[in-house]
């Protein structure tokens, strides 16, 4: 048997779902869209961590690796070119830094790498807060030959030994030895600053300066010198006339 709708709208399929009521229409429309609509972001405390605070950031750990090892080299580098002790005050200005303390610590740092190595080339950290770079003392013999010193010819350098090792000395004793010409290599001994007048009672006599000791990698302390000097100046010493 026919159903009537059917009859009357032969187009129709049974199939068909049946259009929304006005009532239906009403209800989908009226929807809160409180759930397809984003909260306040600045609200959530996610946001907040996203808000960067203001400055630099600090220099990841490889960056501040770099900058110590560069400092380092450079250190290095200073202390060869040198060919002198540096204080602290010049290996500041070659790190561009003011601290002090991070120049020597720095420095120290370098004296323990030098002595790991077991080179033959030393770091010491000398009085004054004064680092410098020399050959350790016993291959200084096996390389003086080699050691280009500006200014110091036979002549000088035989004076300047014999000051060294019977130091404190008068200039007349040293002329008296050493001859007329002893003058001209005390003057410029003087003017280099290896060695120093200095006030003995009532005489003036002549010692080399802690500069001396730096320029050929000694000791400070005169005893100490004066032991290094055999080793050194050996030959030279053998030339010399007893005081």
């Known amino acids: 048997m026919i159903n009537s709708n059917q009859a009357t709208n032969p187009n129709s399929s049974p199939e068909q779902e049946p259009a929304p009521s006005a009532t239906q229409e009403a209800t ?102 004064r680092f410098v770079m020399q050959v350790k003392a016993e291959f200084t013999p096996l390389v003086k030959k080699l050691v280009n010193r500006p200014l110091l010819s036979s002549g000088p350098l035989k004076t300047l030994s014999y000051i060294a090792y019977r130091q404190p000395i008068t200039s007349k004793r040293v002329i008296e030895v050493r001859g007329q010409h002893a003058y001209g290599h005390v003057k410029l001994l003087r003017e280099m600053g290896l060695v120093a007048p200095e006030r003995n009672g009532r005489q003036i006599v002549l010692k080399t300066t802690d500069y001396f000791a730096d320029y050929f990698g000694l000791q400070q302390d005169t005893s100490s010198m004066k032991r290094d000097l055999k080793r050194i100046f050996g030959e030279t010493l053998k030339d010399e006339p007893p005081p």
Do not use: W
């Open 28 to 129: 989908v429309q009226t929807q809160p869209e409180q759930a397809t609509s984003p909260r306040n972001v600045s609200e959530t405390p996610f946001a907040e961590s996203q808000n960067p605070k203001s400055g630099p950031e600090p220099p990841s750990e490889t960056e501040a690796d770099e900058k110590r090892r560069h400092n380092f080299v450079m250190l290095e580098a200073a202390l060869y070119v040198a060919g002198r002790p540096l204080d602290v005050n010049e290996i500041c200005s070659v790190l561009n830094t003011r601290s002090k303390k991070k120049a020597q610590q720095l420095g120290r740092e370098l004296i323990a790498e030098y002595a790991a190595k077991k080179s033959a080339i030393e770091i010491l950290e000398l009085k004054d807060e």
